[in-house]
């Protein structure tokens, strides 16, 4: 019990200190890319980037599921990347901040691999990806694909949710709503926006109306991007049969009292495939859904915080 009481509690503090004393991103300027891989032709995907001078490495951060580039602990982590001297793109997969663009799919890295082959990152010779929950996913399927960035060196995923017939399962059960309820506001929103711009799957009133993530997923996901059914929408999307092509140094970081990502969903996954010898997984047994306490340990860094931990992991690598 204590240790569910920990998972809530670190999942839920780092929303409300936001609200209370949001972050503030430092100044950062519009990068802005076409994909030309979408349902309904091509698509602009944003993000804001953070230059320096005095570095060639670039730290490419991924939100998760409902979440955008002005998400907590993207600014966070921007600031914490700037502080140990590198550029940052935070970047919105399509439709994320509201832009109208489309939506996104787990599956769906060619979003990450525009952005960094754009031209206006060309100056950078070394790139690192982080990324959180679903974003995490994204960022592992990216390096598993075999179209990577020469450039892309290494990557971490953090709480990633790496079998999606198993996290939709545990997001979906009913002590967890007020999770649920949390992404599919995010994800209505981003629905809404796009709606207004092109011709969507539902209407939007029935879509506002979707209570569950694997009813979003059946009735709008599978038939936006052309799936039979939600089951095979999570077997061809899913990153963990795939984990044996990582083709960068990677570490996978999971907590184990993560309330949206229960262990349950993320062990049986990891022992049902092969995984590449480059990736590293690691379980802290402290701290809840990409919110840790000061003071957790990867080993990696001499610093408190888990954010400088990865990234100081990220460019040894």
């Known amino acids: 019990m204590q240790r569910i009481i920990h998972g809530h509690f670190w999942t839920i503090a780092p929303v409300l200190k936001q609200l209370v004393r949001p972050a503030r991103p430092s100044p950062s300027s519009v990068l802005a890319v076409q994909v030309d891989d979408s349902p309904a032709g091509p698509v ?3 993000g804001k980037i953070h230059h320096r001078s005095a570095t060639k490495t670039l730290l490419v951060i991924i939100h998760g599921l ?14 914490c990347a700037e502080r140990l001297g590198l550029a940052c793109l935070r970047l919105n997969m399509r439709g994320a901040g509201n832009d109208g663009a489309d ?11 525009a952005a960094i082959s754009s031209p206006e990152l060309g100056g950078y010779e070394r790139v690192l990806i ?10 592992l399927r990216y390096v598993a694909s075999g179209s990577l960035d020469p450039r892309v060196r290494a990557v971490a995923a953090v709480c990633a949710p790496i079998d999606l017939d198993r996290a939709v399962t545990a997001i979906d059960r009913p ?3 007020v999770y649920r309820r949390f992404i599919l506001a995010g994800l209505k929103d981003m629905y809404k926006a796009a709606a207004a711009r092109r011709a969507m799957p539902l209407p939007v009133r029935d879509a506002l109306a979707i209570g569950t993530m694997r009813e979003w997923d059946r009735r709008i996901m599978t038939r936006r991007f052309g799936y039979p059914s939600a089951e095979a929408y999570y077997r061809s999307e899913s990153v963990a049969p795939r984990l044996r092509d990582v ?4 570490l996978f970081i999971a907590a ?6 229960p262990h349950d969903t993320v062990r049986p996954a990891l022992d049902a495939y092969p995984l590449s010898p480059l990736l590293q997984v690691r379980w802290l047994p402290l701290g809840g859904h990409i919110g840790f306490p000061r003071g957790v340990s990867l080993d990696h860094g001499t610093v408190p915080d888990i954010e400088s931990q990865i990234i100081q992991w990220l460019q040894r690598h």
């Open 44 to 46: 602009r995907v944003f």
């Open 66 to 79: 409902g979440g955008n580039s002005e998400s907590h602990y993207v600014v966070e982590t921007a600031a």
């Open 103 to 113: 939506i996104y799919h787990p599956g769906l890295h060619s979003d990450v691999h």
């Open 130 to 139: 982080l990324g959180y929950s679903l974003g995490g996913h994204i960022a």
């Open 175 to 177: 002590e967890r709503w």
């Open 247 to 250: 083709a960068v140094p990677a």
């Open 256 to 261: 184990e009292a993560d309330p949206m990502v």
